[in-house]
């Protein structure tokens, strides 16, 4: 089975903290993404990333950015966290055949982090 | 108009019956087409996907793909409890995945 591992289930930060947040795949997905996920706004794209070094930003790229060193890891870092960025983050990873026709996503368990 | 639109729901059926899933996307060039059971507190997981028009059956599960009417649809027959999670319908178009906000299905014993 694909895993894709979150380090963190939960985690509580202060207030202008900078957050690491870690996403490493076992399956060699060329494909990997991060989303957060609140209540009654659904899915929301933050980055992306098709290869290593290479990054790609999403709808609300805004107080984050990420980093892509090797292919199987993909990390999340808020520069300086803010309240309004309390939410479950959510790692996925896929691969990519053909000119677009995809396999669907890998989720990891997700994060939930509160900023305090 | 949304990329990815679903019924918000909730959607309520009884144990046994068959749910009915729908969603639309405005996309006419999006090429394959998700679907993601969510239960509450954890991450979505890939049920099912369909990347031509017609019904793609697995077990209980009928995805069905109008790319035409741009709808697609998820069937579940025999609904159990175990069913109950919120449904998320996905269209990838080049790399590009994009989401419903979620159907929530209870399924009652």
């Known amino acids: 089975d694909v895993k894709v591992t979150q380090s963190s289930r939960y985690l509580v930060k202060r207030t202008g903290e900078k957050v690491f947040l870690e996403c490493v795949q076992d399956?060699?997905?060329?494909?990997m993404f991060w989303y957060r996920q609140d209540p009654g706004l659904g899915l929301r794209l933050i980055y992306f990333?098709?290869?290593?070094?290479?990054?790609e930003k999403g709808d609300i790229p805004e107080g984050y950015s990420v980093s892509r060193e090797k292919k199987e890891r993909f990390s999340l870092i808020l520069e300086s966290a803010s309240t309004n960025q309390t939410s479950m983050y959510l790692c996925?990873?896929?691969?990519?055949?053909?000119?677009?026709?995809?396999?669907?996503?890998?989720f990891g368990s997700g994060t939930r982090l509160t900023v305090v | 108009q949304k990329e990815v639109e679903q019924n918000s729901g909730p959607l309520s059926v009884p144990e046994g019956a068959i749910a009915s899933l729908n969603c639309t996307y405005s996309?006419?060039?999006?090429?394959?087409f998700f679907w993601y059971r969510q239960y509450s507190g954890k991450s979505p997981e890939l049920i099912m996907f369909?990347?031509?028009?017609g019904d793609k059956e697995d077990g209980r599960f009928t995805a069905q793909l109008n790319k035409a009417s741009q709808y697609v649809s998820l069937l579940i027959r025999d609904s159990q409890p175990s069913d109950s999670a919120t449904y998320l319908c996905?269209?990838?178009?080049?790399?590009?995945?994009?989401f419903g906000a979620g159907t929530r299905l209870t399924v009652k014993p």
């Open positions: 996925a990873s896929s691969f990519t055949i053909g000119t677009g026709e995809g396999y669907g996503y890998t």
């Open positions: 399956m060699d997905h060329e494909n």
């Open positions: 990333s098709y290869d290593v070094k290479m990054k």
């Open positions: 996309d006419r060039g999006s090429q394959s």
């Open positions: 369909i990347y031509s028009n």
């Open positions: 996905a269209v990838n178009i080049n790399n590009d995945m994009r």
